[in-house]
T-cell receptor, first 112, second 112 residues
Framework: GNSVTQMEGPVTLSEEAFLTINCTYTATGYPSLFWYVQYPGEGLQLLLKATKADDKGSNKGFEATYRKETTSFHLEKGSVQVSDSAVYFCALSPNRDDKIIFGKGTRLHILP | ETGVTQSPTHLIKTRGQQVTLRCSSQSGHNTVSWYQQALGQGPQFIFQYYREEENGRGNFPPRFSGLQFPNYSSELNVNALELDDSALYLC???????????FGPGTRLLVL
Protein backbone atom coordinates (compact mmCIF):
# COMPACT_ATOMS: atom_id res chain seq x y z
CA GLY A 1 0.00 0.00 0.00
CA ASN A 2 0.87 3.67 -0.02
CA SER A 3 2.24 5.31 3.12
CA VAL A 4 4.50 8.05 4.44
CA THR A 5 6.79 7.85 7.46
CA GLN A 6 8.38 10.95 8.89
CA MET A 7 10.54 11.57 11.90
CA GLU A 8 8.72 12.08 15.15
CA GLY A 9 8.87 15.39 16.91
CA PRO A 10 9.00 17.68 18.49
CA VAL A 11 12.19 19.01 16.97
CA THR A 12 13.67 21.96 18.85
CA LEU A 13 16.39 24.10 17.29
CA SER A 14 17.97 27.46 17.89
CA GLU A 15 17.49 30.25 15.39
CA GLU A 16 19.90 30.03 12.41
CA ALA A 17 20.47 26.28 12.93
CA PHE A 18 20.36 23.80 10.05
CA LEU A 19 17.14 21.82 9.74
CA THR A 20 16.53 18.32 8.42
CA ILE A 21 13.21 16.52 8.76
CA ASN A 22 13.37 12.97 7.41
CA CYS A 23 10.62 11.49 5.29
CA THR A 24 10.42 8.12 3.56
CA TYR A 25 7.58 6.72 1.54
CA THR A 26 6.10 3.51 0.21
CA ALA A 27 4.18 3.68 -3.03
CA THR A 28 3.26 1.68 -6.07
CA GLY A 29 4.13 3.49 -9.26
CA TYR A 30 5.47 7.02 -9.40
CA PRO A 31 3.82 9.33 -6.90
CA SER A 32 4.19 13.06 -6.57
CA LEU A 33 5.68 14.16 -3.26
CA PHE A 34 4.84 17.18 -1.13
CA TRP A 35 5.70 19.04 2.03
CA TYR A 36 2.84 20.93 3.67
CA VAL A 37 3.13 23.25 6.69
CA GLN A 38 0.49 23.96 9.31
CA TYR A 39 0.88 27.05 11.48
CA PRO A 40 -0.95 27.14 14.84
CA GLY A 41 -4.71 27.37 14.40
CA GLU A 42 -4.54 27.31 10.62
CA GLY A 43 -5.11 24.90 7.75
CA LEU A 44 -2.42 23.37 5.59
CA GLN A 45 -0.26 25.36 3.20
CA LEU A 46 1.71 23.76 0.38
CA LEU A 47 5.39 24.38 1.02
CA LEU A 48 6.97 22.57 -1.93
CA LYS A 49 6.49 19.64 -4.28
CA ALA A 50 8.37 17.34 -6.63
CA THR A 51 6.80 15.21 -9.32
CA LYS A 52 9.57 12.90 -10.54
CA ALA A 53 12.80 11.30 -9.46
CA ASP A 54 15.72 13.70 -8.81
CA ASP A 55 13.42 16.75 -8.90
CA LYS A 56 14.19 19.31 -6.22
CA GLY A 57 11.32 21.33 -4.78
CA SER A 58 12.15 24.61 -3.08
CA ASN A 59 10.34 27.51 -1.43
CA LYS A 60 11.10 30.09 1.30
CA GLY A 61 14.58 28.63 1.81
CA PHE A 62 13.29 25.08 2.25
CA GLU A 63 14.38 22.31 -0.13
CA ALA A 64 13.63 18.63 -0.67
CA THR A 65 14.87 16.22 -3.35
CA TYR A 66 12.82 13.28 -4.68
CA ARG A 67 15.09 10.26 -4.18
CA LYS A 68 13.59 7.19 -5.80
CA GLU A 69 16.49 4.89 -4.95
CA THR A 70 16.06 5.55 -1.22
CA THR A 71 12.31 6.36 -1.39
CA SER A 72 12.98 9.55 0.53
CA PHE A 73 12.01 13.23 0.40
CA HIS A 74 13.84 14.87 3.30
CA LEU A 75 13.09 18.53 4.09
CA GLU A 76 16.07 20.85 4.68
CA LYS A 77 16.68 24.50 5.45
CA GLY A 78 20.05 26.09 5.97
CA SER A 79 19.10 28.67 8.60
CA VAL A 80 15.79 28.47 10.43
CA GLN A 81 13.87 31.39 11.90
CA VAL A 82 11.47 31.63 14.82
CA SER A 83 8.67 32.14 12.28
CA ASP A 84 9.34 28.63 10.90
CA SER A 85 7.84 27.12 14.06
CA ALA A 86 4.96 24.96 12.84
CA VAL A 87 3.97 21.37 12.07
CA TYR A 88 5.40 19.97 8.85
CA PHE A 89 3.70 17.16 6.91
CA CYS A 90 5.30 15.00 4.27
CA ALA A 91 2.76 13.67 1.78
CA LEU A 92 2.33 11.81 -1.49
CA SER A 93 -0.22 11.64 -4.26
CA PRO A 94 -0.17 8.07 -5.58
CA ASN A 95 -2.53 8.48 -8.51
CA ARG A 96 -1.98 12.20 -9.06
CA ASP A 97 -5.70 12.86 -9.48
CA ASP A 98 -7.40 12.18 -6.18
CA LYS A 99 -6.25 11.62 -2.64
CA ILE A 100 -3.17 12.84 -0.84
CA ILE A 101 -1.68 10.56 1.81
CA PHE A 102 -0.04 12.36 4.72
CA GLY A 103 2.52 11.44 7.32
CA LYS A 104 1.78 12.08 10.98
CA GLY A 105 3.56 15.41 11.01
CA THR A 106 6.65 16.77 12.76
CA ARG A 107 6.31 19.68 15.16
CA LEU A 108 9.18 22.16 14.89
CA HIS A 109 10.07 24.67 17.63
CA ILE A 110 12.63 27.36 16.89
CA LEU A 111 14.09 29.16 19.90
CA PRO A 112 15.29 32.78 19.58
CA GLU B 1 -8.68 35.73 -5.74
CA THR B 2 -10.60 34.16 -2.85
CA GLY B 3 -9.11 31.06 -1.32
CA VAL B 4 -10.90 28.04 0.10
CA THR B 5 -13.38 28.95 2.84
CA GLN B 6 -15.12 26.68 5.32
CA SER B 7 -18.01 27.11 7.72
CA PRO B 8 -18.55 26.99 10.57
CA THR B 9 -15.13 27.39 12.18
CA HIS B 10 -16.09 25.51 15.32
CA LEU B 11 -18.96 23.21 16.20
CA ILE B 12 -20.03 21.22 19.25
CA LYS B 13 -22.43 18.28 18.87
CA THR B 14 -23.52 15.38 21.00
CA ARG B 15 -23.16 11.70 20.21
CA GLY B 16 -25.82 10.43 17.79
CA GLN B 17 -26.52 13.81 16.21
CA GLN B 18 -25.96 14.75 12.59
CA VAL B 19 -23.70 17.53 11.27
CA THR B 20 -23.20 19.35 7.97
CA LEU B 21 -19.95 21.14 7.16
CA ARG B 22 -19.60 23.49 4.21
CA CYS B 23 -16.79 24.40 1.85
CA SER B 24 -16.44 26.99 -0.90
CA SER B 25 -13.72 26.12 -3.35
CA GLN B 26 -11.16 28.53 -4.72
CA SER B 27 -12.27 30.41 -7.81
CA GLY B 28 -11.85 28.28 -10.93
CA HIS B 29 -11.51 25.01 -9.01
CA ASN B 30 -13.99 22.23 -9.83
CA THR B 31 -12.55 19.55 -7.54
CA VAL B 32 -13.09 19.37 -3.78
CA SER B 33 -11.55 16.90 -1.35
CA TRP B 34 -12.37 16.38 2.32
CA TYR B 35 -9.95 15.23 5.03
CA GLN B 36 -10.27 14.40 8.72
CA GLN B 37 -7.38 15.41 10.98
CA ALA B 38 -7.49 13.94 14.47
CA LEU B 39 -5.47 15.68 17.17
CA GLY B 40 -1.75 15.09 16.70
CA GLN B 41 -2.23 13.16 13.45
CA GLY B 42 -1.93 13.82 9.75
CA PRO B 43 -5.04 14.42 7.65
CA GLN B 44 -6.89 11.32 6.42
CA PHE B 45 -8.66 11.37 3.05
CA ILE B 46 -12.44 11.04 3.27
CA PHE B 47 -13.55 11.54 -0.34
CA GLN B 48 -13.24 13.76 -3.38
CA TYR B 49 -15.82 15.34 -5.68
CA TYR B 50 -15.15 16.32 -9.27
CA ARG B 51 -17.84 18.09 -11.26
CA GLU B 52 -20.54 16.97 -8.81
CA GLU B 53 -19.55 13.27 -8.92
CA GLU B 54 -17.64 11.32 -6.27
CA ASN B 55 -14.11 10.63 -7.51
CA GLY B 56 -12.55 8.42 -4.88
CA ARG B 57 -13.27 7.57 -1.28
CA GLY B 58 -11.07 6.73 1.66
CA ASN B 59 -11.65 4.22 4.44
CA PHE B 60 -14.61 5.94 6.11
CA PRO B 61 -18.04 4.42 6.86
CA PRO B 62 -21.14 5.31 4.82
CA ARG B 63 -22.39 7.65 7.54
CA PHE B 64 -19.84 10.09 6.07
CA SER B 65 -21.44 11.44 2.91
CA GLY B 66 -20.93 14.40 0.67
CA LEU B 67 -22.32 16.56 -2.04
CA GLN B 68 -20.95 19.00 -4.57
CA PHE B 69 -23.09 21.74 -6.06
CA PRO B 70 -23.06 23.22 -9.60
CA ASN B 71 -21.00 26.18 -8.31
CA TYR B 72 -18.48 23.56 -7.04
CA SER B 73 -19.04 24.31 -3.37
CA SER B 74 -19.40 21.19 -1.25
CA GLU B 75 -20.91 19.74 1.90
CA LEU B 76 -19.72 16.99 4.21
CA ASN B 77 -22.47 15.28 6.20
CA VAL B 78 -21.82 12.98 9.13
CA ASN B 79 -24.70 11.00 10.63
CA ALA B 80 -24.88 9.25 13.99
CA LEU B 81 -21.90 11.13 15.39
CA GLU B 82 -19.44 9.23 17.54
CA LEU B 83 -16.92 10.58 20.04
CA ASP B 84 -14.07 9.60 17.68
CA ASP B 85 -15.47 11.93 15.03
CA SER B 86 -14.05 14.83 17.03
CA ALA B 87 -11.42 16.29 14.73
CA LEU B 88 -10.46 19.12 12.41
CA TYR B 89 -12.21 18.68 9.05
CA LEU B 90 -10.29 20.13 6.14
CA CYS B 91 -11.55 20.90 2.70
CA UNK B 92 -9.19 21.29 -0.25
CA UNK B 93 -9.81 22.36 -3.82
CA UNK B 94 -7.96 22.02 -7.10
CA UNK B 95 -8.64 22.56 -10.79
CA UNK B 96 -9.53 19.43 -12.80
CA UNK B 97 -8.35 16.90 -10.17
CA UNK B 98 -4.82 18.27 -10.29
CA UNK B 99 -2.59 16.81 -7.65
CA UNK B 100 -1.76 20.11 -5.93
CA UNK B 101 -4.60 20.81 -3.53
CA UNK B 102 -5.25 24.09 -1.70
CA PHE B 103 -6.61 23.79 1.80
CA GLY B 104 -9.10 25.82 3.76
CA PRO B 105 -8.69 26.69 7.45
CA GLY B 106 -10.85 23.79 8.59
CA THR B 107 -13.85 23.20 10.83
CA ARG B 108 -13.12 21.96 14.32
CA LEU B 109 -15.81 19.52 15.44
CA LEU B 110 -16.17 18.39 19.04
CA VAL B 111 -18.52 15.51 19.81
CA LEU B 112 -19.57 15.17 23.45
Amino acid sequence: GNSVTQMEGPVTLSEEAFLTINCTYTATGYPSLFWYVQYPGEGLQLLLKATKADDKGSNKGFEATYRKETTSFHLEKGSVQVSDSAVYFCALSPNRDDKIIFGKGTRLHILP
Amino acid sequence: ETGVTQSPTHLIKTRGQQVTLRCSSQSGHNTVSWYQQALGQGPQFIFQYYREEENGRGNFPPRFSGLQFPNYSSELNVNALELDDSALYLCASSPDRQETQYFGPGTRLLVL
